[in-house]
């Protein structure tokens, strides 16, 4: 076990990201005793870790940190941060040698930004997204892309006006093509439903697509996309009794697949995770109650095709197990972590 923050400070929302060579770069908010600073350390395939580095300016404190990384190991972060007045949202590059770039503020001034997210493709591109208030007031989502060379795109709305929208996701594909969802309100009914975008590598977006049924909510999602640009989401859909786990594929040409149920019926389940393989096969986890005060993670698998697996329980009955997440290989093998009591647990397999 490896410590990566001093004792005595306050340390929390850690992040990691891994490259192909099992290279990891981790990020985390730590209080300074003046501000919190968002921080970073790497460690290479071999086991040796390189120093531990400042990433936001001091003065203002920054939080929610996000990290992804290309298959050279180069890594980059987006944080959100007060510039006095207003949450900015910023990002900083960190090659694999350690070298920093400089940091980047991507979120207009005015209004306050939160809840970044970034992506990278194996190149080094990047993608990000992230809340902001627009003039009217009301919550729009918006990004804003990086290319390996370090040209900056322009700030574009991807969720309508008129409306708010929150949670934003992104995934990319190797050739910097990004898929995007979030839950958006109706303002209205207060209903919400998931809605999805795509953003070309050359800054073309699609229309915006409703994944979930607009008259029944849906809450906040998760994407993963395959190599090729084919996108699979998750969300947690109340079905008039239940919320229950829910998944919708896209293809790379925007095409939708038929909303699937991925989680029995007659019992609430949330907390939905997705990753894809790069053949465009998925695995999902989330957690669901499993009797009186009891908790489990599940697991299902949907191929590229669309045919579902069946249900897995990864957690032991009679049990307290929350907040899954998982990762898989280009082999084909899947991990599911969760915790566990305060402890951490994971399972693994094909």
């Known amino acids: 076990m490896k410590t990566l923050t001093p004792s005595g400070q306050d340390a929390g929302v850690p992040q990691v990201a891994v490259d192909a060579d099992g290279d990891a770069v981790f990020t985390w908010a730590l209080f300074d005793g003046t501000s919190t600073r968002i921080q970073a350390q790497a460690r290479s395939a071999a086991g040796t870790w390189s120093a531990v580095q400042d990433l936001s300016d001091p003065g203002q404190s920054a939080y929610a940190p996000q990290v992804a990384v290309d298959a050279d190991g180069d890594a980059v972060f987006t944080w959100q941060r007060s510039d006095g007045t207003d949450t900015r949202i910023q990002a900083r590059a960190r090659s694999a040698t350690g070298t920093l770039s400089a940091v980047k503020t991507l979120s207009e001034n005015g209004r306050s930004a939160n809840t970044p997210e970034v992506a990278v493709d194996p190149g080094g591109d990047a993608v990000f997204a992230w809340e902001r208030v627009d003039r009217q007031g009301f919550v729009r989502i918006q990004a804003r892309a990086r290319s390996a060379g370090a040209p900056w795109s322009s700030v574009q709305n991807l969720s309508d006006p008129g409306h708010d929208a929150y949670s934003p996701k992104v995934g990319i594909d190797r050739d910097g093509d990004a898929v995007f ?42 994407v993963a996309v395959d190599r090729d640009g084919d996108a699979v989401f998750t969300w947690s859909h109340w079905d008039g009794a239940n919320f229950r786990v829910q998944a919708r594929a896209r293809s790379r040409s925007g095409t939708l697949s038929a909303v699937q149920p991925l989680s029995d019926n007659g019992r609430n389940a949330g907390e939905p995770q997705v990753a894809v393989y790069p053949d465009g096969n998925a695995v999902f986890t989330w957690q ?37 997440q998982v990762a898989v290989d280009p082999g084909g093998d899947a991990v599911v972590t969760w915790t566990l009591y305060g402890l951490v647990q994971a399972s693994a397999g094909p």
């Open 288 to 324: 669901r109650p499993d009797g009186p005060g009891f908790v489990r993670i599940q697991a299902r698998e949907r191929s590229a095709t669309g045919t579902l697996s069946t249900v897995h329980n990864l957690s032991d009955s009679g049990q307290h197990a929350f907040y899954p």
């Open 181 to 222: 969802t979030w839950v958006r309100s109706d303002g209205i009914n207060q209903d919400h439903w998931v809605q999805a975008r795509a953003r070309s590598a050359a800054g073309a977006l699609s229309a915006v697509q409703d994944l979930s049924d607009p008259d029944h909510n849906g809450f906040p999602p998760q």
